[in-house]
């Protein structure tokens, strides 16, 4: 056998260095992860997870919607509020997210973000079937949105039971115990250790000897305007999830649908109105309970196999049937998404958890710093967004429009520029106890937003506050009972069809929605309901309430072009009537051009174009947001309305300032 010289040994080494470097995996030579965003009927998921993960996460909301459809009897399902999921394969980015509990981030794989404007759920999808970590907030989403009023027993126990979801692309399977604790851990060297006090699951608390009445059951409530989840390893819970599990199977859902009637709308006493829609005392229903949760022994197996450190996840669920959408039966669009789109888009989601705000801004901040290859900053309309978002939360309204400016410079079509200047003008009237300014053009506005979501709640919301600013009763009462209609449980949207009613004179109308709301569980909506209630009959008599700040009526955008048509009628004009269309944009007013006065023409740059604007007298064009047109105005944020043709690019029909 030969020796190895020094020198063979120098070159096997160098060979393997070689090979270990071609075996080096991809991942490490890649700089940034690859974003994308999919989109299906209902839901939008932007992931760093890759392909087959970000079509899963999509699939499996698709699926748990329709069975959230299936249990409640509903064929057709709101989501009024936009909802967009981040599913995160970096787990260091999701901890960096999550909200803090204790001063460290939460254990859970998954949390949920609300608002009224726009909702997210952000998902660790380093963690088996991360979603469930929300299933039973997604629960409280559909209800809120698609069911009436009702006790809270019934919202609890309904979110339990759908905590035990789980789903694969062909079957779904439910009904297991959604607080299995097991008394084992486990550390992340896989060494397990015992769990001293680790709380009682749903199936332990139901196996002792006292449940509640149901009456107190069934009587207990919570204050929406301040109550937040705790722990739900109670009897509350349990009681509650074990009643919906009763409910659900035993197909008693129409039933309660009756009980509730007869206890919110007609005020009858719990007992009597148990006795009426179910057909049983309080005493027998209880007992019926008891007798359905004593015959699933599958839970006093599971409980018994998980104390005995079985993982729940290995565990079957009771109830098994075919899964409601396999993956052939969902479209699901993809796109690829910037790392700095999908990093503003993370930066929009911290701002809106208090503890993380600064950390948002931070990182926003880093956003709007980034750079292309050529070294040229490159400026995100997600960032410039979720600032306006933020100066708006913080009232701060002359900020929040120039955030708003520069966003829409950078995208003029995006919708949600449009719904936020909406919404800005709105908040600016709110808070000033002001009218609206610029109300001709937040309707078109909030129009345009309609169109793009037909389901947006809060957009039906401002528009029907909007117009009955401007004088339309009637339209404004079609707008709010639209928002209620995909929104039923809002009282704020139940309280402002008592104003409009009281607008339109429909008195007892008003009357009767201030009285029912007098009565609401959040004392914000209690107190205003009572001061509409004391002021109606001033209001009555004299027209208006003595509290009210004083309004001038501001005409509707479709007023203001009827003026304007009837402006050129009264006018000498040999070639006829204009029946040009009347077109919308936004834009920077750049220059205005007086040298032929009283005509001027405008130059607005739309980010896209530029564009002659003129009016024939500036003295009289119509000017919303100013007195009146000057000719030294420069570089100011402005929408227009305006006929294409002309002697320019177009004639001016009106002018507002932002």
């Known amino acids: 056998?030969?020796?190895?010289?020094?020198?063979?040994?120098?070159?096997?080494?160098?060979?393997?260095?070689?090979?270990?470097?071609?075996?080096?995996?991809?991942?490490?030579?890649?700089?940034?992860?690859?974003?994308?965003?999919?989109?299906?009927?209902?839901?939008?998921?932007?992931?760093?997870?890759?392909?087959?993960?970000?079509?899963?996460?999509t699939l499996r909301f698709e699926q748990m919607r329709a069975v959230f459809g299936q249990l409640l009897l509903r064929k057709k399902l709101n989501m009024p509020v936009p909802l967009t999921i981040v599913a995160i394969h970096?787990?260091?980015?999701?901890?960096?997210?999550?909200?803090?509990?204790?001063?460290?981030?939460?254990?859970?794989?998954?949390?949920?973000?609300?608002?009224?404007?726009?909702?997210?759920?952000?998902?660790?999808?380093?963690?088996?079937?991360?979603?469930r970590a929300i299933s039973h907030q997604f629960a409280h989403l559909f209800l809120n949105y698609n069911y009436p009023p009702t006790q809270r027993w019934f919202d609890e126990g309904f979110a339990e039971y759908l905590s035990s979801l789980r789903l694969d692309n062909k079957q779904a399977q439910i009904g297991s115990d959604p607080e299995?604790?097991?008394?084992?851990?486990?550390?992340?060297?896989?060494?397990?250790?015992?769990?001293?006090?680790?709380?009682?699951?749903?199936?332990?608390?139901?196996?002792?000897?006292?449940?509640?009445?149901?009456?107190?059951?069934?009587?207990?409530?919570?204050?929406?305007?301040?109550?937040?989840?705790?722990?739900?390893?109670?009897?509350?819970?349990?009681?509650?999830?074990?009643?919906?599990?009763?409910?659900?199977?035993?197909?008693?859902?129409?039933?309660?649908?009756?009980?509730?009637?007869?206890?919110?709308n007609q005020k009858l006493p719990v007992e009597e109105a148990i006795q009426q829609a179910y057909g049983m005392s309080s005493a027998q229903f209880d007992k019926a309970v008891k007798d359905y949760f004593r015959s699933l022994k599958q839970l006093v197996a599971d409980q018994d196999a998980v104390r005995q450190g079985a993982s729940p996840s290995t565990r079957p669920e009771i109830y098994q049937f075919a899964a409601p959408l396999g993956p052939d039966e969902v479209v699901i669009d993809a796109k690829q998404v910037s790392e700095a789109d999908a990093l503003a888009q993370m930066a929009e989601v911290m701002v809106r958890l208090p503890d993380r705000r600064e950390q948002g801004l931070r990182e926003i901040d880093s956003v709007l710093k980034m750079t292309d290859k050529k070294g040229q900053p490159v400026d995100n309309e997600i960032a410039h967004r979720a600032l306006a978002w933020v100066h708006l939360d913080r009232k701060e309204f002359p900020e929040a429009a120039e955030e708003l400016g520069n966003a829409a410079a950078l995208d003029p079509r995006d919708v949600w520029n449009r719904y936020y200047l909406a919404l800005l003008k709105y908040k600016t009237a709110q808070t000033k106890h002001e009218e609206i300014q610029g109300l001709a053009n937040m309707m078109i506005d909030l129009k345009v937003t309609i169109d793009w979501y037909p389901d947006f709640a809060e957009a039906y919301n401002m528009l029907a506050m909007a117009r009955i600013e401007g004088g339309g009763a009637a339209s404004a009462l079609e707008s709010i009972k639209l928002a209620i209609a995909l929104s039923p449980r809002s009282e704020q949207y139940i309280f402002n069809l008592g104003q409009i009613q009281e607008t339109g004179k429909k008195w007892d109308a008003a009357r009767a929605i201030f009285e029912r709301l007098q009565s609401s569980a959040n004392p914000q909506i209690a107190a205003a309901a009572t001061h509409q209630l004391e002021e109606l009959a001033t209001v009555k008599k004299y027209g208006i309430s003595p509290g009210a700040p004083k309004r001038a009526p501001q005409s509707s955008p479709f007023d203001e072009l009827e003026q304007e048509a009837q402006k050129r009628a009264q006018a000498p004009d040999p070639s006829g009537p204009d029946k040009r269309p009347t077109q919308f944009v936004k834009g920077t007013l750049t220059s205005v051009d007086c040298s032929r006065a009283p005509a001027a023409v405008l130059t607005v740059n739309t980010g896209s174009k530029s564009l002659k604007l003129r009016t024939a007298d500036y003295k009289s064009l119509l000017v919303i947001g100013e007195d009146g047109l000057s000719c030294e105005w420069r570089n100011r944020r402005v929408s227009i309305n305006y006929k294409a043709g002309g002697a320019a690019d177009g004639d001016l029909v009106s002018l507002e300032i932002q």
């Open 180 to 264: 299995w604790a097991s008394p084992i851990s486990e550390d992340v060297l896989g060494n397990q250790s015992e769990v001293r006090n680790s709380p009682k699951s749903l199936t332990e608390l139901l196996s002792g000897w006292v449940w509640l009445s149901l009456p107190d059951l069934f009587n207990m409530r919570h204050d929406p305007a301040s109550y937040q989840e705790g722990t739900h390893h109670t009897l509350f819970y349990a009681q509650s999830w074990m009643v919906m599990h009763y409910i659900l199977n035993k197909e008693q859902l129409t039933a309660t649908g009756t009980y509730f009637d007869l206890v919110q």
């Open 1 to 57: 056998m030969g020796r190895f010289s020094p020198r063979t040994s120098v070159c096997i080494v160098s060979r393997l260095l070689l090979i270990s470097l071609y075996l080096l995996p991809l991942p490490l030579q890649a700089a940034e992860p690859k974003w994308q965003e999919f989109r299906s009927a209902h839901f939008t998921v932007i992931t760093d997870a890759g392909d087959k993960k970000g079509r899963e996460i």
């Open 90 to 131: 970096d787990e260091q980015q999701y901890l960096k997210m999550a909200p803090l509990h204790d001063g460290r981030p939460i254990s859970a794989p998954g949390f949920f973000v609300p608002g009224d404007d726009h909702q997210f759920i952000v998902l660790n999808v380093s963690e088996e079937d991360p979603w």
